[in-house]
């Protein structure tokens, strides 16, 4: 009876979690929708935002999102990769034993502290060094998003690490591979699909990432206009909906069209997600026929 009585609970919970995603999408599908039919589809792919005169073009938003995204992950992936690396393949146990642990303590900081400590010492700090006008750019929220990110990249890449035979290590060592030769040939190909779900994961996690980046990237709704735009002030889809969904009148066009951007959001982080369960369960299946 026990038995049956839990297993009907983590069934119960199961499925509620996803009764609960399928509720805030059909919410964002009912507040959104509207803005299809108050501002034409062509005005809202426009390089104009500004509500307050009926502009409500979300290409400055989007190509924000998407520069502070990318630069973020330019920087995260080689630091967040390599430190699972050092730490799974190469970091003393005792050295182990205290980098984890300060990473886990990294990933538990909360945003908006990060974004106070960007305000008050990264942004000056890059604005006095690159010789910028303001330090208030997308560049500073990349930075400051590597570092949100590369925890969750250190940690899921370090499991994908661990989980590689020994005998694959032995096996290259026996042939006179050396160390590195055997995590760059042998271990890394072998944990490739773990490595690519950290990657995913890590997009997902600066993707939705809100305070932090409207405190230090300017929140100015310019479009993407080559790479000097990575030192100028950039928003991003999530700080426009947390900056304005305050002031906004319900009901309103512009609610709508805050919604819109929600929905446009939720279907990107849904495909980075579906992306990244592709891996993970490319990466069991090949787990399971090592063992068989």
């Known amino acids: 009876m026990k038995d049956k009585t839990i297993s009907r609970a983590i069934k119960v919970a199961g499925f509620s979690s996803i009764v609960i995603v399928l509720m805030i999408f059909a919410f964002l599908l009912q507040a959104g929708l509207p803005a ?6 062509q005005d809202l792919f426009t390089a104009r935002w500004y509500p307050i005169e009926d502009y409500f073009g979300i ?12 630069v973020s992950l ?8 390599g430190t699972a690396v050092y730490i799974a393949e190469i970091a003393p146990l005792r050295v182990k034993e205290i980098l984890k642990p300060l990473v886990e303590i990294l ?23 690159l010789n910028l006008p303001t330090g208030l750019t997308a560049f500073t929220g990349a930075v400051l998003l590597a570092l949100i990110s590369i925890p969750t990249i250190v940690s899921v890449g370090e499991d994908a690490l661990n989980a590689v035979p020994q005998s694959y290590r032995e096996a290259s060592y ?23 779900t950290a990657m995913m994961l890590g997009i997902s996690r600066t993707l939705g990432e809100t305070m932090a980046v409207m405190m230090v990237t300017g929140n100015a709704p310019t479009i993407f206009k080559g790479l000097q735009s990575i030192f100028k002030p950039a928003r991003t889809m999530t700080a426009t909906i947390a900056s304005e969904m305050g002031e906004v009148a319900t009901n309103s066009t512009h609610y709508h069209v805050l919604f819109f951007i929600g929905i446009v959001l939720f279907v ?4 980075i997600n579906i992306i990244s369960n592709h891996f993970s369960e490319k990466n069991r299946k090949e787990k399971e026929q090592v063992v068989s």
């Not at 299809?36 to 589809?41: G, H, P």
């Not at 990060?114 to 006095?128: A, D, M, Q, Y």
């Not at 990107?268 to 495909?271: E, G």
């Open 74 to 81: 330019l920087i995260a992936v080689p630091f967040g990769v």
């Open 107 to 129: 990933a538990g900081i909360p945003s908006v502290v990060l974004g106070f400590i960007g305000i008050v010492f990264l942004s000056p700090t890059l604005r006095e060094l």
């Open 36 to 41: 299809l039919n108050e501002v034409r589809l």
């Open 59 to 70: 290409l400055p938003l989007f190509s924000g999102s998407l520069l502070v995204t990318l």
């Open 174 to 196: 026996a042939l006179g591979i050396t160390r590195w030769q055997t995590i760059w040939r042998v271990t890394l190909p072998a944990a490739r699909s773990g490595v690519i």
């Open 268 to 271: 990107f982080s849904l495909i």
